[in-house]
């Protein structure tokens, strides 16, 4: 018979999120997203769920989060194994550190390898993070139980990592083959991602089931593992329904405000309610052009789930009048100078020049 795992990580319960209004909204959503999770492993008849880490917020979470998760756990009712992340870690306090955790649920609460059997055939390997900084799981990690090796750990794959994304845990692929492991089920980064040794998956990232911060990458989501045999199969579980999406409107060669708002009418016009945009501004218009980044946040973010405004547009060719011969030129030459391009300092020294406004 085949041994079917739901894996899922970085669901962050309680997060905040200061890249995007409507905080709120988004916390639902994950959770939201956690309740699919248990739906689908449900609906897939999985014998395992498994939890690589960052399952909530430590600072925030409280009793209506512990609620929630054994609730969702004990509607599972199979095998849960959860192994903590640096959001997570275990400690005495921790929400998953209690004498009343069901039944059916295992932490992994130390900064080591522990082993679990799935199957006659099949062996689970748990780390789990403290307070204190792991170090390297896979350094010296020897498993040899035989059959099949799983491990599960919250980490950073360091060939990989993100671009602004702190390394805990660090691993490499060699490190995970030469351990014996003969699939990693990790977590830590958001975009899920699927590794391959010889073809074959050696670790596998889910990503978080709902985007949490712009850039991350388009997958998120679960994974559905399959054992069957020996031989391990791995397959994507997309569980998100809204996005963080970053745009830019060229406002080039706009001369007045209504001109502007219908460019950027026409950019926003395929985004809607599930959609949490950050929207850039940019290109030459013409000197005095009204951009009312409040305005235009009031007026097109209803029907988004929240809409944020960066003016980035440029009214003036600086270079050329940094040559004048005049005021104007020596002080657009002195910002230039002082390294002010690309701030509202220039834009509001020649408005001031002009005696024009350029916000209502």
């Not at 970053?246 to 926003?268: H, M, P, Q, S, Y």
């Amino acid at each position: 018979m085949p041994l079917k795992i739901v894996h899922c990580a970085d669901v962050h319960l309680e997060t905040t999120f200061p890249q995007t209004r409507g905080g709120a909204a988004r916390r639902k959503a994950l959770a939201d997203a956690f309740v699919r999770i248990v739906d689908e492993a449900l609906a897939q008849d999985a014998d395992v769920l498994t939890i690589g880490g960052d399952l909530y917020e430590s600072e925030r979470a409280g009793p209506q989060t512990v609620r929630f998760l054994f609730e969702q756990f004990a509607r599972f009712g199979k095998p849960v194994f959860v192994a903590p992340g640096n959001h997570d870690p275990h400690a005495p306090t921790s929400l998953l550190a209690r004498g009343d955790l069901p039944e059916n649920v295992r932490v992994f609460n130390e900064a080591a390898w522990r082993a679990y059997p799935l199957a006659p055939d099949v062996t689970l390997f748990g780390f789990g993070h403290t307070p204190a900084e792991p170090g390297r799981p896979f350094k010296g990690a020897k498993f040899e139980r035989g059959g099949v090796q799983i491990a599960l750990v919250h980490g950073s794959d360091e060939m990989d990592c993100p671009p602004n994304k702190r390394a805990t845990a660090p691993f490499n692929k060699e490190e995970v083959v030469l351990s014996g492991a003969n699939l990693l089920l990790t977590g830590h980064y958001h975009g899920g991602y699927i590794a391959k040794h010889n073809k074959r998956p050696i670790f596998a990232y889910p990503g978080s089931p709902e985007p949490i911060k712009f850039g991350e990458g388009p997958v998120h989501g679960a994974l559905v593992v399959t054992v069957i045999h020996g031989q391990i199969d791995v397959k994507p579980l997309p569980t998100a329904r809204t996005r963080l999406i970053d745009v830019t409107c060229d406002l080039a060669d706009v001369t007045n405000e209504n001109g502007a708002f219908d460019r950027i009418e026409k950019t926003l016009q395929k985004y809607g309610a599930n959609d949490f945009v950050r929207l850039e501004l940019a290109g030459n218009v013409a000197p005095g052009t009204r951009v009312d980044t409040a305005l235009i946040e009031e007026r097109f973010g209803a029907t988004l789930g929240s809409l944020s405004v960066a003016d980035d547009t440029v009214a003036y060719d600086y270079e050329s009048i940094a040559r004048e011969p005049t005021v104007r030129g020596y002080v657009v030459r002195d910002l230039l100078e002082r390294g002010t391009e690309g701030t509202a300092a220039l834009r509001y020294a020649l408005a001031a020049f002009d005696g024009t406004d350029i916000s209502p």
